[in-house]
């Protein structure tokens, strides 16, 4: 599992990963009504952006795993309009209650947002013209496995997009080895395989899993707060919230004394403490069909 802001955290022990998905699932609904309100923006310029590289076209049919409250869909839903479809999916009840609602506000009646998981999606096989994946896919326990399933639900031809961290701040490393010390359970197993450290690992796992014309691009997203509680909030909104979960209530306050000690060492002049992320855009398609000479047309990847 990576944490939200692009460290590599340990894996949680479960053989069928349902504890990980309900412990990630309880942080996201512990944070969505948070989640990207507490005065700065974070999630929904990288949404913006990845659509952005994706380019869905007008009337093409868009899943967007991992929804969120968003900032991937609706940029999506704007671009393919009326005539095309985008479902949202996402593993945390209360971020599909809030994306829904936002949907109606806003009279997107080609729009449907549902529980979903992103290791598994239940949708038909060729059935997306693009599905998009912003910062999700290093939550999924086993993205080797989940890619070669994503890419049986596009069609021939069909694009992938996906956005994930490059190097983490070193600050949000120390705040989650901070939470980390003060939690109470056994250990987290650390997990060996690190398919979204490097652009060489991400390019290798979709090659594996059917992907074509793939692409890596990044982006330099700095955020800056003005004091040590905007950094805490911000921690707390995302899925930093996951670190924060497994401590107890009566250790947080000290876990959070300690985390914001550290922080007070990397303050700027001025006394604002300064966020450096990179984020990392990838792109990729299905095989488009094969005609072959005797005219019928084969795609060359498995469903």
């Known amino acids: 599992m990576t944490d939200a802001g692009g460290g590599h955290a340990a894996q949680l022990s479960d053989p069928e990963h349902a504890e990980t998905k309900a412990i990630i699932a309880a942080a996201f609904d512990n944070s969505a009504d948070s989640y990207e309100q507490v005065g700065v923006e974070f999630f929904a310029p990288l949404g913006a952006e990845l659509v952005r590289r994706a380019a869905p076209q007008p009337g093409e049919h868009v899943l ?70 912003g910062m999700v896919m290093f939550f999924v326990p086993e993205p080797r496995k989940a890619l070669p399933r994503v890419a049986a639900l596009l069609r021939p031809g069909g694009r992938f997009a996906m956005s994930s961290f490059g190097p983490s701040d070193p600050k949000f490393d120390e705040t989650m080895g901070i939470l980390y010390r003060h ?35 990044e982006m330099q997203h700095d955020i800056v707060f003005a004091d040590l509680d905007g950094y805490w909030a911000w921690v707390g909104s995302h899925g930093g919230r996951i670190m924060i979960d497994q401590v107890r209530p009566e250790h947080l306050p000290a876990a959070r004394a300690d985390v914001y000690a550290m922080l007070s060492e990397h303050r700027e002049p001025d006394g604002s403490l300064i966020h450096r992320s990179r984020a990392w855009f990838t792109t990729a398609r299905r095989p488009p069909v094969t005609t072959h000479p005797g005219g019928k047309g084969t795609a060359r990847v498995p469903a």
């Open 64 to 133: 967007d795993l991992g929804c969120g409250r968003g900032h991937c869909l609706f940029p999506a839903a704007e671009a393919v309009g009326s005539r095309g479809s985008v479902t949202g999916t996402d593993l945390s009840p209360r971020m599909v209650q809030l994306c829904a609602a936002e949907a109606a506000r806003r009279g997107l009646a080609h729009v449907h947002v549902e529980l979903g998981d992103a290791s598994d999606p239940a949708f038909p096989a060729a059935n997306f013209d693009l599905i998009t994946a």
């Open 183 to 217: 939690r109470i359970g056994p250990p987290w197993e650390d997990n060996p395989d690190k398919p979204f450290t490097t652009h060489e690992t991400i390019t290798a796992m979709l090659a594996d899993s059917g992907f074509v014309d793939i692409e890596i691009t």
